[in-house]
């Protein structure tokens, strides 16, 4: 776990998810962490929601393939999916080898600002992942 990253000024999921505010104070960019790539292996394909659907904080939002399984996307916070990361659709690895920038999923305008602070910290985070026993 040692080469794992929890980059900081990030909130995250207990689903593994990492949310990113962005210049507009209402959309967070939602992708999944590093510790959920790694434990998924190699992803081959990404399920996204599609522009205009409403996620729900807790529910899922799409799935997550790879060579050993299938993970549902759970989502961290509840509002409208504005933009997804089409060049996954051809590029779905991107996940693997950068999962907090290109590697990110959808965009989300978001129905309650407050999900967001409720999410963990990297700090947080990075123990709730060591205290799982990875």
């Given at each position: 776990m040692a080469d794992l990253t929890f980059p900081e000024g990030l909130h995250y999921s207990a689903e593994h998810e990492w949310v990113a505010r962005t210049d507009d104070e209402s959309v967070v960019r939602v992708g999944?962490?590093?510790?959920?790539q790694d434990s998924l292996g190699d992803v081959v394909f990404v399920d996204m929601p599609d522009v205009g659907d409403t996620v729900t904080a807790g529910e899922s939002s799409g799935e997550v393939e790879s060579t050993k399984s299938v993970s549902d996307l759970v989502a961290p916070v509840s509002g409208d999916v504005i933009t997804v990361n089409e060049a996954l659709e051809d590029a779905p690895e991107t996940i693997?080898?950068?999962p907090y920038s290109g590697g990110w999923i959808y965009d989300v305008?978001?129905?309650d600002p407050a999900e967001v602070d409720a999410l963990m910290d990297a700090a947080a985070y990075r123990?709730?992942?060591?205290s799982e026993g990875a």
């Open positions: 999944i962490t590093d510790f959920a693997n080898s950068d305008r978001l129905s123990a709730a992942v060591e």
